[in-house]
C-alpha cells in the first residue's frame, strides 16, 4: 500500500458520501463506526462526511443511482472466486476474435494468389478492425453502461462466433467478398471486446489485483496474435494449386469456427454481471458515487476536459497504432528481405507477441506491488522507441536470427505497454466508467493504425521498409515525449487509501475466524 499524501485535495461535495451512507439505516457514525454487527472499523476511521475524495470524482448533486446499492455496504469488501473463471473466459475469446485479425496478413501473399487480388485489399481485412471500432464505440459503450458486462460479453462472443462461420462460405477464388462481410462481422465483435479488460479488472479484482487481473485480459489479446502469426503459416501452405489452397485454408476456417462455438457455450455459463459484493473500497465508492442524472455524454466531456487523460490518448494511440501497422506489414517486410520465408515470418510475428506478453504480465504485477504509473509508463515507451530503432537498422542484416532477437525485445516493451495505458488511463479518471476510458484509448489506437498501416505500406513500396520503418520511429518519439509531460494524478489509489479498507478474504472463507467478512455462497 502506497503511503497516503498528507496534502490529499478536500471533497467540494461533502454530502455525497453521508448520502451513501445514510441510504443504509443500520449506519451510525460514530467513534466505532458500526456498519454490520459483525463489521467494525477503527476510530481512527471516520465515515464522515469530511473524508476526501478528489473533487473530480465527487457526483452530480442529484443523489444516488441506486440507493439499494447501498446494501453492499462500503466496509464489507470480498473478493469472489469466480473472479479468475471470469476473466480467462474472457481472455479466451479475446484471444479467438485477435487470431481472426491477423489470419490473413501473417499470410499475405498466399491470400493474394488465392483470390487474386492485391496486398492493398489483404491489408483491408486487417484494417477493418480498426476502421468499424471508431464509429460503434460510443454506441457499444453506452450499450455496456446500460446493460453490463454480462449482455456486452454475450454479444462479442456471440458475433466473433458468427464471423467465424460465414468465412467457411469463402472458399472459392471468386468469393473474396464474402470472407470480408465475415472478416467484418468479427471486426463488429472486437468492439464489443477490446474496452473489456480495465471493467472487468475493477468489477471483479481487489485493489492489489486490478493491474494483474488486467494484464491477463489484454494477454489473451495478445495471445491470439501470437497464435494468429504461428499457425496459418503451418497450416496454410505456399502452394499453387487452387484445390488443395481451398482445402488447406478450410482447415484453418473450421478450427476457428469450432473454437469460436466453445468459447461462446462457456461464456454463457461462466460470465456473470458483478459479485455480490465489492472487491475493492474504490469499486465500492463508484456504485455509492454513481449519480441518477449524471449524463453519458457529460462523462465524455469531463474526461476530454482531463488533460492527463487526453495526453494519454495521444500517446497510447500513437503506440498501439504502431504495434497494428508492424503486425499487419510484418509479412511483407520480412519477405522483401528474406523471400520464401512466409513461416519463419510468422515466427517472427509470434516471437514479438510471446515476448510482449511476457512484458505485459511482468508490467501488470510490477504495477500492483509498486503503483508508480507514469514512471513504468514513461520507461516502457522510451524501450518502446530503443527497439524500434535497433529492429528498424537490423532487419535488412540478412541475419534472420537477428531479427528474431530485436524483434523480441521490441516486443517486449510494445506489446507489453497495452494493459499499461488501460490501467494508467482508470487510475486518472476514476470514477469515470472504465469503458469508456479504455474505449477513448482504443479509438485513438484504431485511428493511428489505420494512418500508420496505410502510411508505412506506401512508404515501403516506393522506399522500402528503413524509411517505412524510420516513419514509426518519429511518431513513437513524439509519444514519448508527450508521456513525460503526464502527470499522475491516480484517483483510484486516493480512493483506495483514504477510508482504510476491510480485512478482504475469499468468499469461501465462511468459516474463518475474522470477524470482518459476511458468509455467503461462492457465486
Keep these: 500500500m502506497v503511503n497516503e499524501n498528507p496534502n490529499l485535495e478536500e471533497l467540494n461535495d461533502p454530502p455525497v458520501l453521508e448520502k451513501a451512507l445514510q441510504a443504509e439505516p443500520s449506519v451510525s457514525v460514530h467513534p466505532i463506526v458500526s456498519i454490520h454487527p459483525s463489521v467494525s472499523i477503527h476510530p481512527s476511521t471516520s465515515a464522515h462526511p469530511s473524508s476526501s475524495v478528489h473533487p473530480s470524482t465527487s457526483a452530480q448533486p442529484g443523489g444516488l443511482n441506486h440507493p439499494s446499492s447501498s446494501c453492499q455496504e462500503l466496509s464489507v469488501i470480498k473478493l469472489s472466486k469466480r473472479r479468475w473463471a471470469v476473466v480467462l ?53 453506452w450499450l455496456l453502461e446500460k446493460f453490463g458486462l454480462r449482455t456486452i460479453a454475450l454479444t462479442g462472443s456471440a458475433l466473433n462466433c458468427l464471423g467465424a462461420w460465414v468465412k467457411l462460405g469463402s472458399l472459392k477464388p471468386h468469393l473474396f467478398p464474402v470472407t470480408v462481410l465475415g472478416q467484418v462481422i468479427c471486426s463488429v465483435a472486437q468492439v464489443f471486446i477490446l474496452g473489456m479488460p480495465s471493467r472487468i479488472a475493477s468489477v471483479w479484482f481487489g485493489a492489489n489485483e486490478v493491474s494483474t487481473a488486467c494484464s491477463v485480459a489484454v494477454f489473451g489479446n495478445q495471445l491470439g496474435i501470437a ?22 485454408i478450410s482447415i484453418m476456417f473450421y478450427i476457428i469456427g469450432g473454437v469460436a462455438t466453445l468459447l461462446f457455450i462457456l461464456v454463457i455459463i461462466v460470465f456473470k454481471e458483478k459479485p455480490k459484493h465489492p472487491p475493492s473500497r474504490a469499486q465500492s465508492l463508484s456504485y455509492a458515487l454513481a ?25 497510447y494511440g500513437l503506440n498501439a497504432g504502431a504495434f497494428y501497422a508492424l ?26 507477441v510471446i515476448a510482449g506478453m511476457l512484458g505485459a504480465v511482468i508490467s501488470g504485477i510490477w504495477l500492483d506491488k509498486s503503483k508508480t504509473y507514469k514512471e513504468t509508463t514513461l ?64 479509438v485513438s489506437a484504431q485511428v493511428f493504425g489505420i494512418i500508420f498501416t496505410i502510411s508505412q505500406g506506401q512508404i515501403i513500396d516506393s522506399y522500402g521498409t528503413m524509411p517505412g520503418n524510420i516513419f514509426l520511429c518519429v511518431f513513437l518519439s513524439l509519444g514519448a515525449a508527450l508521456t513525460a509531460f503526464i502527470r499522475a494524478d491516480l484517483r483510484r489509489q486516493k480512493a483506495n487509501r483514504e477510508v482504510p479498507e476491510t480485512k478482504v478474504q475469499e468468499e469461501e472463507n465462511n468459516t474463518s475466524k475474522a470477524p470482518t467478512i459476511l458468509s455467503e455462497d461462492h457465486f
Excluded at 91 to 116: L, P
Excluded at 239 to 244: E, R, T, V, Y
Excluded at 300 to 313: A, D, E, P, Q, S
Design 89 to 141: 473466459v474472457f481472455s479466451c475469446y479475446s484471444m479467438c476474435n485477435a487470431f481472426q485479425w491477423i489470419q490473413y496478413s501473417s499470410i499475405n501473399n498466399i491470400f493474394m494468389h488465392f483470390y487474386g487480388v492485391s496486398a492493398f485489399a489483404i491489408d483491408w481485412l486487417s484494417m477493418c478492425y480498426m476502421l468499424t471500432y471508431i464509429p460503434l464505440l460510443l454506441p457499444v459503450a
Design 227 to 248: 497464435i494468429g502469426f504461428l499457425v496459418p503459416p503451418i497450416l496454410v501452405p505456399n502452394i499453387k494449386d487452387q484445390d488443395q489452397l481451398a482445402y488447406h
Design 379 to 442: 520507461v516502457v515507451y522510451i524501450m518502446t522507441l530503443v527497439g524500434m530503432v535497433v529492429y528498424t537498422f537490423t532487419l535488412s542484416l540478412g541475419h534472420l536470427w537477428v531479427v528474431f532477437l530485436t524483434a523480441g525485445t521490441l516486443g517486449f516493451f510494445m506489446t507489453g505497454y497495452l494493459p499499461l495505458g488501460f490501467e494508467f488511463a482508470v487510475e486518472l479518471t476514476y470514477p469515470e466508467s472504465e469503458g469508456m476510458s479504455s474505449g477513448l484509448l482504443n
Design 291 to 315: 449519480s441518477s442524472d449524471a449524463s453519458y455524454f457529460s462523462s465524455i466531456v469531463r474526461l476530454f476536459k482531463n488533460l492527463n487523460f487526453v495526453l494519454l490518448v495521444i500517446t
Design 327 to 352: 503486425s499487419t506489414l510484418l509479412n511483407r517486410m520480412v519477405i522483401l528481405h528474406y523471400p520464401g520465408e512466409e513461416v519463419n515470418a510468422g515466427r517472427i510475428g509470434l516471437t514479438i
